[in-house]
C-alpha cells in the first residue's frame, strides 16, 4: 500500500468525511487488517470534530456496498460523502491489486 499516499488524502478530508471513511473503513472486511491498523489513527485524530452522523451520511455508507443505492445516493451526496467514499474506493482498489499481485506476500509487507 503506498501509506504515504493515503495518510496524506485523509489530512485533506474533512473532519466528517473522515468519519464517514473511518466508519466504513472499520467494517470492510477486504482491506488488510494491518493497513486499517495504519490508517484508523490518523482517521480517527481527523474526525474528532465531527457532527454526528445525518441520514445522508448513513446512505453513502450503505453505497459504497450497494450499486443499486450508490446510483440513488450519487444524486444526493455532499461533497464531503463523496471524498469519502473516493478514499475508500481508492483503497480498496489498492488492496485488490495487493492481493493479486504474486510479489505482494503480506499485507503488512505492502506498508512499506
Given at each position: ?69 450508490r ?18 474506493s481508492?483503497?480498496?482498489q489498492?488492496?485488490r ?16
Open positions: 500500500m503506498d501509506s504515504d499516499f493515503h495518510l496524506r488524502k485523509v489530512q485533506t478530508l474533512s473532519p466528517k468525511a473522515a468519519k464517514i471513511a473511518l466508519r466504513i473503513l472499520d467494517a470492510d472486511p477486504n482491506i488488510p487488517a494491518e493497513w486499517i491498523l495504519a490508517l484508523r489513527p490518523t482517521l480517527v485524530e481527523r474526525s474528532s470534530e465531527s457532527a454526528s452522523f445525518g441520514t445522508t451520511d448513513w446512505m453513502t455508507i450503505a453505497a459504497i456496498e450497494s450499486p443499486v443505492i446510483r440513488f445516493t450519487g444524486r444526493f451526496e455532499s461533497r464531503e460523502q463523496r471524498h469519502a467514499r473516493l478514499w475508500v481508492s483503497l480498496r489498492e488492496s491489486k495487493a492481493a493479486r499481485s504474486p510479489t505482494a506476500g503480506s499485507a503488512f509487507g505492502a506498508l512499506e
